[in-house]
C-alpha cells in the first residue's frame, strides 16, 4: 500500500509552445498527484537534492535533456523509505537514488516524494546524512568515479602532480576536495579569480588561470601531469590531453564548455595517455553502493558541507539558470521537506 499522501509539492518544468510556436519551458512549484507517479518498489520522503549541470539543462527547452513532459527534475535525491515492497529497505531507511532515468526520462528529486525502483537505491552508509548525501551529489559521487578509475588504473600521490579543470564547480570541486585529502599534489585550473582563495582552502597546492587551459597550442607540450580530472570538455580537454606525461590518464566526465573535441592522436600513440569517460548515470548499482559507501569513509572531503547554498523549491529558478551561466561556487542543495515560511 502506498504511504504517499495524494498529492505533495513538486517542482515541475512543462514544455509548452508559445504563441508563435517557439517552444519554451514553463517550470514551478505545484501541487502534484500521487497518481502521477511512476511505478516503483521504494517510496521515499525526500528531504533533499541538489543542483547539478544536467537539471538546469533539464528546464531549458534546447537542453536536449528531458525526455518526457512535464517533469519534476532533479537527477538525485536523499530521503527516508516509507514503504517498501522490497524487504531490502525498511521503513526509516535512510537512502539516496540517482542515475539511470531520474528527473530525465522519469519524476526526479525536487518533489517531497518519489517512487523509485529498488535497484536504483543506494541505502545512506552510517555517518552520511541524507544533507550530506546532497552536498555530494551526481556531481561529488562523478569526482568519486574519477579518482577511483585514475587509482585502479595506479595512480598514486608520489605519481607528481594532478590537475583539475572547471574547479570551483561541483565535480571539479569534490575531486579536488578528494584527491587534496589523499596527499596529491593537485593543481587547480579556473575560470574564476576570485576563487582561488577558497581553492586552496580546498586544498589546491598551485593555480592556473582558464587562459593557460584553453589557449590552443602544439599536439604534445611537456609532460606535466600524473592524472587530470575534466568535467569541462571541450575548451579544458586538449590541453590537458597534449600535457599528461608518458602513460598517464585523464578522467572525462562534462560538456560545461561544450561537446567537441579537437585533439590529434599523438598523446596517445606517442605517449600512451589515456582518456577514461566517466559515465554515472549507468553505473551498475552494486558500484555504485561500493563508491557511496567509500565516500562516506575514504573518500569523504575533509570539507563536506562547507561550500554549499541552500536553495528550496521556490528558489530553485535562480540555481538552475546560474549553473548553466558557469557561476557554479561549490555546490547548490535543496531543501526539499517542508513548506517553505
Ligand atoms: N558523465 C557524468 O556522469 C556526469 C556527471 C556529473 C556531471 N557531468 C557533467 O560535468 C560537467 C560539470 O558538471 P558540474 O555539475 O560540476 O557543473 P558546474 O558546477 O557548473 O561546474 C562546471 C565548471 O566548469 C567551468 N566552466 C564552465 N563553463 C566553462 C567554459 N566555457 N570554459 C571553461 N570552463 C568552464 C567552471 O569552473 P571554473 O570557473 O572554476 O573554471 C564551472 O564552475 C557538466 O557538463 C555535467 O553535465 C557528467
Given at each position: 500500500?502506498?504511504?504517499?499522501?495524494?498529492?505533495?509539492?513538486?517542482?515541475?518544468?512543462?514544455?509548452?509552445?508559445?504563441?508563435?510556436?517557439?517552444?519554451?519551458?514553463?517550470?514551478?512549484?505545484?501541487?502534484?498527484?500521487?497518481?502521477?507517479?511512476?511505478?516503483?518498489?521504494?517510496?521515499?520522503?525526500?528531504?533533499?537534492?541538489s543542483v547539478n549541470y544536467?537539471?538546469?539543462?533539464?528546464?531549458?527547452?534546447?537542453?536536449?535533456?528531458?525526455?518526457?513532459?512535464?517533469?519534476?527534475?532533479?537527477?538525485?535525491?536523499?530521503?527516508?523509505?516509507?514503504?517498501?515492497?522490497?524487504?531490502?529497505?525498511?521503513?526509516?531507511?535512510?537512502?539516496?537514488?540517482?542515475?539511470?532515468?531520474?528527473?530525465?526520462?522519469?519524476?526526479?528529486?525536487?518533489?517531497?516524494?518519489?517512487?523509485?525502483?529498488?535497484?536504483?537505491?543506494?541505502?545512506?552508509?552510517?555517518?552520511?546524512?541524507?544533507?550530506?548525501?546532497?552536498a555530494i551529489g551526481t556531481a561529488g559521487f562523478t569526482a568519486?568515479?574519477?579518482?577511483?578509475?585514475?587509482?585502479?588504473?595506479?595512480?598514486?600521490?608520489?605519481?607528481?602532480?594532478?590537475?583539475?579543470?572547471g574547479?570551483s564547480g561541483g565535480v571539479g570541486g569534490t575531486a579536488?576536495?578528494?584527491?587534496?585529502?589523499?596527499?596529491?599534489?593537485?593543481?587547480?585550473?579556473?575560470?574564476?579569480?576570485?576563487?582561488?582563495?577558497?581553492?586552496?582552502?580546498?586544498?589546491?597546492?598551485?593555480?592556473?588561470?582558464?587562459?593557460?587551459?584553453?589557449?590552443?597550442?602544439?599536439?604534445?607540450?611537456?609532460?606535466?601531469?600524473?592524472?587530470?580530472?575534466?568535467a569541462?570538455?571541450?575548451?579544458?580537454?586538449?590541453?590537458?590531453?597534449?600535457?599528461?606525461?608518458?602513460?598517464?590518464?585523464?578522467?572525462?566526465?562534462g560538456?560545461a564548455?561544450?561537446?567537441?573535441?579537437?585533439?590529434?592522436?599523438?598523446?596517445?600513440?606517442?605517449?600512451?595517455?589515456?582518456?577514461?569517460?566517466?559515465?554515472?548515470?549507468?553505473?551498475?548499482?552494486?558500484?555504485?553502493?561500493?563508491?557511496?559507501?567509500?565516500?562516506?569513509?575514504?573518500?569523504?572531503?575533509?570539507?563536506?558541507?562547507?561550500h554549499?547554498?541552500?536553495?528550496?523549491?521556490?528558489?530553485?529558478?535562480?540555481?538552475?539558470?546560474?549553473i548553466?551561466?558557469?557561476?557554479a561556487?561549490g555546490r547548490w542543495?535543496?531543501?526539499?521537506?517542508?513548506?517553505?515560511?
Amino acid at each position: 500500500m502506498s504511504a504517499i499522501p495524494a498529492s505533495f509539492r513538486a517542482y515541475v518544468a512543462q514544455k509548452i509552445e508559445d504563441a508563435d510556436g517557439v517552444p519554451r519551458v514553463e517550470r514551478g512549484v505545484r501541487e502534484f498527484a500521487a497518481a502521477d507517479l511512476p511505478p516503483g518498489e521504494v517510496e521515499i520522503r525526500v528531504g533533499w537534492s541538489s543542483v547539478n549541470y544536467k537539471d538546469g539543462l533539464a528546464t531549458k527547452a534546447d537542453g536536449k535533456v528531458a525526455r518526457i513532459s512535464p517533469l519534476i527534475p532533479g537527477i538525485d535525491l536523499a530521503g527516508e523509505v516509507v514503504a517498501s515492497s522490497d524487504a531490502s529497505f525498511a521503513v526509516g531507511t535512510p537512502v539516496l537514488a540517482h542515475g539511470y532515468d531520474l528527473g530525465v526520462a522519469r519524476h526526479g528529486g525536487y518533489s517531497e516524494y518519489q517512487r523509485v525502483p529498488a535497484g536504483w537505491v543506494v541505502p545512506l552508509a552510517p555517518g552520511l546524512s541524507p544533507r550530506d548525501a546532497m552536498a555530494i551529489g551526481t556531481a561529488g559521487f562523478t569526482a568519486a568515479m574519477s579518482v577511483v578509475a585514475l587509482e585502479e588504473r595506479g595512480m598514486e600521490p608520489a605519481d607528481g602532480p594532478v590537475l583539475v579543470t572547471g574547479a570551483s564547480g561541483g565535480v571539479g570541486g569534490t575531486a579536488l576536495a578528494i584527491l587534496a585529502d589523499r596527499g596529491y599534489e593537485v593543481w587547480a585550473a579556473t575560470g574564476k579569480p576570485d576563487e582561488q582563495a577558497r581553492l586552496r582552502g580546498l586544498g589546491a597546492a598551485g593555480i592556473l588561470t582558464r587562459d593557460e587551459v584553453t589557449a590552443a597550442g602544439k599536439p604534445l607540450e611537456s609532460e606535466r601531469w600524473a592524472g587530470a580530472v575534466d568535467a569541462v570538455g571541450a575548451a579544458t580537454l586538449p590541453y590537458v590531453l597534449r600535457t599528461l606525461r608518458t602513460g598517464a590518464a585523464v578522467a572525462a566526465s562534462g560538456n560545461a564548455s561544450g561537446p567537441k573535441l579537437d585533439t590529434t592522436v599523438f598523446p596517445f600513440i606517442l605517449r600512451g595517455v589515456a582518456l577514461l569517460g566517466m559515465d554515472s548515470v549507468n553505473q551498475p548499482i552494486d558500484r555504485r553502493r561500493a563508491i557511496w559507501d567509500r565516500l562516506a569513509t575514504d573518500l569523504r572531503p575533509r570539507s563536506l558541507g562547507e561550500h554549499v547554498t541552500e536553495v528550496t523549491l521556490e528558489s530553485l529558478d535562480e540555481a538552475l539558470d546560474g549553473i548553466l551561466a558557469g557561476e557554479a561556487r561549490g555546490r547548490w542543495i535543496v531543501r526539499v521537506a517542508g513548506r517553505s515560511p
